[in-house]
């Protein structure tokens, strides 16, 4: 009971600070987690050491355009994601969403639906807690760079989670699947979005020419992918557990059935993997786990925006909306595929 009190104590204080404090950002001085040192950490330099801009910034760029054109829809595509991240993540860990903590980086869309606060073990929600923040500054760096495009309406709730499931084991769970109930099943429903942020970031990254763009698409795609390898190592770790009250389902078979379900709706062959693999599909033939979903030569799988708005929409057609979006997503690339104009106004 005490230790229950205490952390309840811990996660209102926090929340209170965000509240209070995340919808701007705070100084570097600033203690935001009761939990941090008061003793600044080693890593601390002093300006004079970093030995100037020579040695410190990155050359010229050999093609000195900040932003292309056409990087921007591409980007603002990316944008749909990061908002259902975010949403997703700051709702569990904390029991509320940007609205609350950085409403100006909505531009006007609508809350998301069904999103809640989740019963995340101390591990679990250190790691969802900090991925929830990073996804308010993953926002706030697109807008900063492209500009930004509203919220579209985001279907979080565990009914929409509950079908996603159904359409991977091919009948309905008894009970319904509950992404909020415990912190195993929290991260199998994670699995099922981020590493589809990886993929579109890896797919945009040949299309995008601006340097300010691309260093953009380079920081978001690094952070996504570790976002996705952390949640994969936490479920490989318990991969031959079985997924209560499922009798007989391991975490193994979950996550190997949301892959399948994604490659069956993106339609174009395989692009993701699950905790295990048969040889031919493993890191270079001879081994049948699988951390890291990457292809024969152990590099990222890609998915075009109509690929993954297929399996979003979990309708394995990107003419049709539903599923997490189920008015259709937002930006330019996403309403020509639906053949209708942005929802609210058009920010660029």
Sequence with gaps: MVAMASSHTYHTSLLLFLLV?????ASLDQVVDPACPRVKPAVAVVAEDCGGPALCESPAPH???AVFPYDVD???FALNLEFTEAEFFLHAAFGVGLDQIAPNLTLGGPPPIGAMKAKLDEVTWRVIAEFGLQEIGHIRAIEKTVG?????KIDLSPQNFARVMDEAFGHPLNPPFDPYIDSLNFLMATYVIPYLGLNGYTGTNPIIDGYATKRLLAGLLGVEAGQDAVIRTLLFERRQETVPPYKGITVAEFTDRISATR?????????????????ELSAE???CTNVLSADQDSLSYTRTPAQLLRILYLTGNEHVPGGFYPEGANGKIARQFLQKPMQNNYHV
């Design 148 to 152: 930004g495009i509203p919220r579209p």
């Design 263 to 279: 490659n069956r709706l993106g339609k174009c062959g395989v692009r993701d993997e699950g905790l295990t693999v048969p040889p």
């Design 21 to 25: 404090a995340c919808s701007c950002r």
């Design 285 to 287: 033939h001879r081994i």
């Design 74 to 76: 591409p980007m603002h």
């Design 63 to 65: 093609t000195p355009v």
